[in-house]
């Protein structure tokens, strides 16, 4: 089940992945916690960005992150290099090398915009997962941001990204459909709450850290795909990215909201 990373997978994807986990964490996690002894499963951790928050804040937890790509997991050992209750696997999210209940909880976030079969995913977590366990999933929806001041061009550069993604088979709105998929997936106990980023002018420093590097600067590594695929011109992406880094002004607001959902296995 390998999907298509919109982003690429190089260097400055994963520092940009760093820095969006590090601003975001404790509006993400602040209320994610597993109780010692317990065996957790990541799923798509990528560069282990959201995997040294989850090992930092349940330090007695046992974690099993699995990724697809072996530069990414390479990446994730060296940022969790610090933490002995993390081991790594290479492997696709469609075909888990483990056996039926291995796992007390679940962990995605980030990874089912990805996927073209984001249920066929689930089911194969649910296989993994003992009855009683619970599923945490996190996922953005590009279709809540919203922006000071406004802009066409910025708005058609962030089109540009989410036509890409959709192309490799993702959704980049895919937030706003985490109840119905874990529902149909047979989950119950479902919880969904949004998170939502805001920064202005009072804070100079998270405009910075996710206005300019990671919102922006993900918008922004897309720009060559974009102009290939003949999706906007070059003039009128560039206005779009000057126009997003406008937002981070001190007369400037940006707001996104994440979905965080939590369920449990019957």
Same mark, same amino acid.
């Given at each position: 089940?390998?999907?298509? /990373?919109?982003?690429? /997978?190089?260097?400055?994807?994963?520092? @940009? #992945?760093? !820095?969006?986990?590090?601003?975001?964490?404790?509006?993400?996690?602040? *209320?994610?916690? /597993?109780?010692p002894g317990s065996r957790v499963l990541e799923v798509g951790c990528g560069v282990g960005a959201q995997t040294v928050a989850l090992? @930092?804040?349940? +330090? #007695?937890?046992? $974690?099993?992150?699995? *990724?697809?790509?072996?530069?990414?997991?390479?990446?994730?050992?060296?940022?969790?290099?610090?933490?002995?209750?993390? @081991? $790594?696997?290479?492997? *696709?999210?469609?075909?888990? +090398?483990f056996a039926d209940r291995s796992f *007390?909880?679940?962990?995605?976030?980030? #990874?089912?915009?990805? #996927?073209?079969?984001?249920a066929a995913a689930l089911a194969e977590i649910l296989r993994v997962l003992r009855p009683g366990g619970t599923l945490t999933a996190i996922e953005g929806d590009h279709g809540s941001v919203l922006f000071h001041p406004e802009s066409p061009a910025a708005r058609d550069a962030i089109r540009a990204q989410v036509d890409l993604q959709r192309a490799a088979g993702g959704d980049p709105m895919i937030g706003r459909r985490l109840h119905p998929l874990l529902h149909a997936a047979g989950l119950t106990e479902i919880s969904v709450s949004p998170r939502?980023?805001?920064?202005?002018g009072a804070r100079p420093d998270l405009g910075d850290r996710f206005v300019r590097r990671t919102?922006?600067?993900?918008?922004?590594?897309?720009?060559?795909?974009?102009?290939?695929?003949?999706?906007? !011109?070059? !003039?009128? $992406?560039?206005?779009?990215?000057? !126009?997003?880094?406008?937002?981070?002004?001190?007369?400037?607001?940006f707001s996104?909201?994440?979905?965080?959902?939590?369920a449990r296995r019957p």
């Amino acid at each position: 089940m390998g999907s298509d /990373y919109v982003h690429g /997978y190089e260097a400055a994807e994963g520092t @940009r #992945l760093g !820095d969006q986990a590090r601003t975001l964490e404790e509006l993400l996690h602040s *209320d994610t916690a /597993y109780p010692p002894g317990s065996r957790v499963l990541e799923v798509g951790c990528g560069v282990g960005a959201q995997t040294v928050a989850l090992a @930092r804040r349940s +330090p #007695l937890a046992e $974690f099993t992150a699995v *990724d697809i790509a072996p530069a990414s997991l390479a990446a994730a050992r060296e940022a969790t290099a610090g933490f002995a209750n993390v @081991r $790594f696997r290479q492997a *696709d999210a469609g075909r888990l +090398p483990f056996a039926d209940r291995s796992f *007390d909880h679940a962990f995605v976030c980030f #990874l089912l915009e990805h #996927l073209p079969r984001p249920a066929a995913a689930l089911a194969e977590i649910l296989r993994v997962l003992r009855p009683g366990g619970t599923l945490t999933a996190i996922e953005g929806d590009h279709g809540s941001v919203l922006f000071h001041p406004e802009s066409p061009a910025a708005r058609d550069a962030i089109r540009a990204q989410v036509d890409l993604q959709r192309a490799a088979g993702g959704d980049p709105m895919i937030g706003r459909r985490l109840h119905p998929l874990l529902h149909a997936a047979g989950l119950t106990e479902i919880s969904v709450s949004p998170r939502l980023f805001y920064v202005d002018g009072a804070r100079p420093d998270l405009g910075d850290r996710f206005v300019r590097r990671t919102f922006t600067a993900m918008v922004a590594g897309v720009r060559e795909r974009a102009l290939a695929a003949g999706l906007v !011109d070059a !003039d009128r $992406f560039d206005a779009g990215i000057a !126009d997003l880094l406008r937002a981070a002004a001190p007369d400037g607001t940006f707001s996104y909201t994440f979905f965080k959902a939590v369920a449990r296995r019957p």
